[in-house]
């Protein structure tokens, strides 16, 4: 069986995760959310997101 789950919801999980179970601030939480967003108009967004893509398939690859 496979189940397809987008990468945000699946950091959203580990987000509140922290927040829920190891007493990590919602602040901070927040804090690092626009740091990604802002972070995400810079010159290094296509570095990142190829860095992301390779990571994922990478692991989707060793399961086959």
């Known amino acids: 069986m496979t189940v397809s789950l987008p990468l945000v919801a699946v950091l959203g999980f580990f987000a509140w995760g922290a927040v829920k179970f190891l007493g990590v601030r919602t602040w901070i939480v927040v804090l690092i959310a626009l740091f990604g967003f802002w972070l995400s ?24």
Request: aromatic residues 4%; without cysteine.
């Open 41 to 64: 108009h810079t010159f290094m967004a296509p570095a990142i997101e190829s860095g992301t893509r390779s990571g994922v398939d990478i692991v989707n690859d060793s399961h086959d």
